[in-house]
């Protein structure tokens, strides 16, 4: 999206953010369509609150939550 609007300089923290949960999303629905391990994928963020789960995965009852964080570098 970024070469389509001529966006060449360097990806800020605010982009890289969205950007990488994009990326995790489509990593997730292409594993899913692979070898199905949920049912539904949503995101979750009460109202009036700073608190957000980015990957809510369901499969029958069982739930998984998943927030994913972009860093400039890996750690374990």
Do not use: C
């Not at 369509?33 to 995101?43: E, G, L, Q, R, S």
């Amino acid at each position: 999206m970024r070469a389509a609007k001529r966006q060449f300089s360097p990806i800020g923290p605010e982009e890289r953010r969205s950007l990488f949960k994009g990326w995790v999303l489509s990593i997730l629905r292409i594993h899913n369509t692979i070898a199905p391990v949920f049912d539904d994928i949503a995101y979750w963020s009460p109202a009036n609150s700073q608190v957000e789960i980015d990957f809510v995965l369901r499969r029958e009852s069982k739930i998984l939550a998943l927030d994913a964080k972009s860093m400039k570098r890996y750690d374990t």
